[in-house]
């Protein structure tokens, strides 16, 4: 069981771009989510056959990793205002889904 850790959040000006990573070894990467305040956690992009991206990020967000860091990262590009959440790395983990604590992305409008 290995708790994944997000990192790469902050504050922007909507249009601006964030690189978020998740680092995590020995995991199985499942997925980018997030959650606003007041809102239920939603999910940002999923690995099935090939990236499932939520309508809301398509065409804005992509995945990538590096296999020798362990890291998957998320380039966040032309961020809005709605965007702003708090982002979580799902990994699953010796039978065990696992979240890390989250990084915080801010867009300002």
């Known amino acids: 069981q290995v708790q994944p850790v997000e990192s790469g959040g902050g504050l922007v000006q909507a249009g601006g771009s964030l690189r978020l990573s998740c680092a995590a070894s020995?995991?199985?990467?499942m997925g980018w989510y997030r959650q606003a305040p007041g809102k239920q956690r939603e999910f940002v992009v999923t690995?099935?056959?090939?990236?499932n991206y939520a309508d809301s990020v398509k065409g804005r967000f992509t995945i990538s990793r590096d296999n020798a860091k362990n890291t998957v990262y998320l380039q966040m590009n032309s961020l809005k205002p709605e965007d702003t959440a708090v982002y979580y790395c799902?990994?699953?983990?010796?039978?065990?889904?696992?979240w890390g604590q989250g990084t915080q992305v801010t867009v300002s409008s």
């Open positions: 799902n990994v699953y983990s010796k039978g065990v889904m696992m």
């Open positions: 020995g995991s199985i990467f």
């Open positions: 690995i099935t056959t090939g990236a």
